[in-house]
């Protein structure tokens, strides 16, 4: 086997997943394991992506008047236990702190899997009257969740990535107004910037996070067929603020509890988005996040190479600050070297330029997500450019749209739903009765579960598939990561 | 006491240091204190300054070609003993995870101190050949120290926030040229930003950073005389290297342990520079990091009340996107317990805006640092605010390099250091003759030590105070935090 074949990937996407999945993010240069199980390096390609979601989603933040905060990593374990679903579950996948230099601490301090529990013991102190709230407050931080599960990198890591946003209202109709707007944030990012589509609902009482009242979710649908869960909004009603005492005086002086929101999304989402998007010759990166958007590839013989290159250099000073470019002037690999690895790399657009080109005052244009090829006027390579990145961007969009509706699949019954989910995966629709002993049912006989419940939806004039009484809703169903 | 003066600084900068500069940072709500002893939490008005700070040095790392990347919390105890001075200097500091939900796991886990040897591990697998240097990383992350020293609110906390480069080159002349970049940058981030003046040099062999062959820094002074570590920049050699295994094939063919620097700017600076800048009144926040830059204050009375509201909110539309404004239209306090709250909280500027104004066309601007008021017409409003910020930001930093003029010192005998340092406090220049013992003598008789060796000096012409040989340089010498 050639340097060049080993360097790629050696598996196909739809022969192997899991090996696929693995060797796009290792070979891409995306992420890395750590020497700590389950715990992931990203490298300077795969945090990128990162930084460009979180300035985005940051941005949207500021402009809906939400503040960034830090609260610090060590939650001590009594406040860990205050309210008591919470800690019932996160308890099973929190990492302890027990000893610092040599000597042990007296209460052990839990690594924050999330931070209620210290956020609202310090924001109690903040809240006096109605005039302090609405408070919203988010940080973006890491957390910690030592899962028992096999960790799979990045799509299920022990640490990850992630906003938290705490909101604080006066009243529940406050509270409940901001799901929209969250989730609309939300929405924006992972469709737009992701090209990730996904299904909004509300998840059941057996899947709602815990300690809150309600969870509302995007699920990601993934080539395997899996689905997986994007980012979500929590609606908390008063159970924190009760067990953490956040009382403010309303308008009338009287002593009220504040509602409260939560809200995340995290590193998880740059795994769905690689697996979504990538193919057998490796990752696909959308334009807007990725770290490079632009490689230019200059062909060269011997007796062009110079002139070729120095006409190079005024290309990139064309693309500089306009794109993020980089000039490919390698002078030991050969043009087609170049091209696989910067196609293994995901950069979304390629732009070669050889002796021809440079008679002719053009350059040739390659699409990573299509392989597409055209020329375009050296005059209006800007425009060019920004044109075909911009269509790429969509069209990422377009397919992995048109993949989650083919991966979208009906069930009326129960045996129906088993032989759907085993033979073909994907997102089912099921009519439900509403009623956790039907949604037990279906979780035994498939191995998947409710994944979420669409909003504003009306009853589907079908029959549970549980218990054969009138359904109240059709719901996402699926065997999840 | 009146409910304004309890919210208000109750004690002098002058007289009680420790506790002025604790009410400030809480008073303003720059910060609050974590249930866990050490951890700080940063409210919305401290983490901006963060936020503002890190988009600064970041947008600089990047021009620079630096990348950021991600690396894991957790350092196995095996990885951080590999390098053997580093692991003695952390040791004693570290917070150790023992357990996952209810189990004990079976290597201990360090909480990172700082990343050198997880990285590194990590990055001797992406380093083959002088091709793949230099490689310049960054992280924006947090960090722990479990010191057992006291912590200091924001200036020494148990866990912090900053940035951790670390480089790799292929020779040690490309290493050292980093230097300068590097430091310049913090300079500019700290002068220019932070409007915070320090002294640039080298630390001696007993202070550089554990694994390190040579640390700069840059030195601040405290307004209780005591000096304080700035940003820093550490080159390691082939140290870390060496113990991890850094290897690369030269263009002569021939293997090469990489040459390393890291460096580091951190949270404390917003410590430093709230104690630098604040006064009894509250925080003074220079304006190029202020949460708030400007808060328009409507003065008015009960039949202006509508007409001034109305015109207050177009002054706020001019405003709006220049800088970061707040409209205070609260009508439960005077316009005087409003003042009082935004002088506290440290907000540059503040606008003016009553019925006799109105009339005139202008606003009244007001000086947080200064307290210096003047009118200036409506129709320029802007410029005459950018204009106002602008000589905020320059008189700051002014004022503080005059402080730290003063306060520092010259001695040139061991008595007279002790004298000087005892009694003023301050930094003092110190010939030595670059002896560790002398430098030991120093420290024991006085408690203070060497902070940093300025750079490019002459020799002074004077007695080393511990053995009275010639003096090879003057040396910043100071207590420090």
Tied chains: 1, 2.
């Excluded at 599960?149 to 990850?160: A, G, H, Q, Y």
């Excluded at 009482?205 to 649908?221: D, M, N, V, W």
């Excluded at 590193?267 to 230019?296: C, N, W, Y």
């Excluded at 008679?359 to 060019?384: H, I, M, N």
Aim: net charge neutral.
């Amino acid at each position: 086997m050639s340097k060049a074949s080993q360097d790629g990937i050696t598996t196909k996407k739809g022969e192997n997943f899991d090996e696929w999945y693995t060797q796009v993010i290792l070979k891409a240069e995306i992420a890395d394991y750590s020497p700590v199980s389950g715990c992931v390096v990203y490298r300077p390609s795969g945090y990128a992506i990162w930084e460009n979601i979180q300035r985005e989603t940051d941005l949207r933040f500021k402009e809906a008047g939400i503040s960034n905060t830090y609260f610090p990593l060590f939650i001590p374990e009594r406040l860990l236990k205050k309210e008591a679903e919470h800690v019932e579950g996160f308890a099973p996948e929190v990492a302890w702190v027990t000893q610092t230099g040599s000597s042990k601490i007296e209460e052990r301090l839990a690594i924050r899997p999330t931070s209620e529990s210290l956020m609202y013991e310090v924001v109690s102190r903040w809240i006096r009257s109605w005039r302090d709230l609405p408070m919203r407050l988010n940080q973006w931080n890491n957390v910690v969740r030592w899962e028992t599960k096999n960790p799979t990198f990045i799509l299920r890591s022990r640490e990850f990535l992630w906003n938290e946003g705490h909101s604080l209202f006066a009243t529940r109709e406050e509270a409940d107004a901001e799901r929209d707007q969250i989730l609309g944030i939300y929405k924006e990012i992972t469709e737009e910037y992701l090209a990730l589509p996904g299904y909004l609902g509300k998840k059941t009482k057996a899947e709602t996070f815990a300690g809150a009242e309600g969870t509302y979710s995007i699920e990601h649908l993934l080539p395997d067929g899996k689905a997986i869960q994007g980012p979500d909004w929590h609606s908390d009603g008063q159970n924190f603020s009760k067990a953490f005492g956040i009382v403010f005086i309303d308008q009338r002086g009287e002593k009220q509890f504040a509602y409260q929101n939560t809200w995340a999304i995290s590193t998880r989402e740059i795994g769905v988005m690689l697996a979504v998007h990538s193919d057998d010759r490796g990752a696909i990166i959308p334009p807007k996040l990725a770290f490079v958007q632009v490689v230019l590839v200059p062909i060269v013989n011997d007796e062009s190479k110079q002139a070729v290159l120095e006409e190079a250099r005024k290309l990139m000073e064309r693309l500089r600050g306009k794109f993020r470019t980089v000039l490919d002037d390698r002078d030991h690999l050969t043009p087609g070297r170049k091209f696989n690895e910067w196609e293994l790399k995901g950069v979304p657009l390629r732009v070669e330029f050889g002796p021809r080109d440079m008679k002719e005052k053009q350059v040739v244009l390659v699409r990573r997500d299509t392989g597409g090829k055209r020329a375009a006027k050296v005059a209006e390579l800007s425009d060019e450019v920004a044109k075909e990145l911009d269509s790429i961007q969509a069209s990422l969009f377009k397919r992995a749209s048109d993949a989650l509706a083919k991966g979208t699949r009906d069930a009326s019954t129960l045996p129906e739903l088993k032989r759907v989910l085993s033979q073909q995966g994907g997102i089912v629709r099921v009519p439900w009765c509403g009623k956790p002993e039907c949604e037990a049912k279906m979780r035994e006989v498939t191995g998947g579960k409710i994944l979420n419940v669409p909003l504003d939806q009306k009853p589907p004039k079908a029959k549970c598939p549980g218990c054969g009484d009138e359904a109240v809703s059709l719901v996402n169903f699926g065997k999840s990561y």
